[in-house]
């Protein structure tokens, strides 16, 4: 039996979430630091390019290419951010948007899981 990769896929966007959530914490806990540069993860499209399956598409123009890795990036005063008189980068409006993003994207992967397992025990069970 293969394994099957909507698994795969939904726990390692779950550790991305986990990993990026821990990071934007880490920002909001520095606010006030001094000199402290924000963080964030790059995209989770990384991780989707080393699965080792695409997507069928039925138009180049629907997918795009993110050719990003996925690593915690400091953001700099060129990424226009707007840097405090502290010398700090952290906006809490910017990283309170962000905890709102996860929180929606591992609903979303929850919903998804449990949808799939569901369709699963429906064909095992008849």
């Known amino acids: 039996m293969q394994p099957i990769q909507l698994f795969d896929l939904a726990s390692r ?10 990071v934007v ?24 390019q080393q699965t080792g399956f695409q997507m069928a598409s039925t138009n180049p123009a629907h997918f795009t290419d993110g050719s990003s890795a996925a690593q915690v990036t400091e953001t700099s ?5 707007e840097v405090q008189q502290s010398g ?13 993003e996860i929180k929606r994207d591992y609903e979303l992967n929850a919903g ?7 369709m699963m025990l429906m064909t095992v069970r008849k």
């Open 112 to 118: 998804l899981v449990k949808a799939f397992h569901r």
């Open 77 to 81: 005063i060129l990424d226009g951010v």
């Open 25 to 48: 914490a880490g920002n909001i806990a520095n606010a006030n630091t001094p000199h402290y540069a924000a963080k964030d993860v790059k995209p989770f499209e990384s991780v989707m």
């Open 88 to 100: 700090n980068s952290v906006r809490l409006e910017k990283e309170l948007m962000k905890t709102g």
């Open 13 to 22: 966007q779950a550790q991305w979430l986990a990993v990026r959530q821990n």
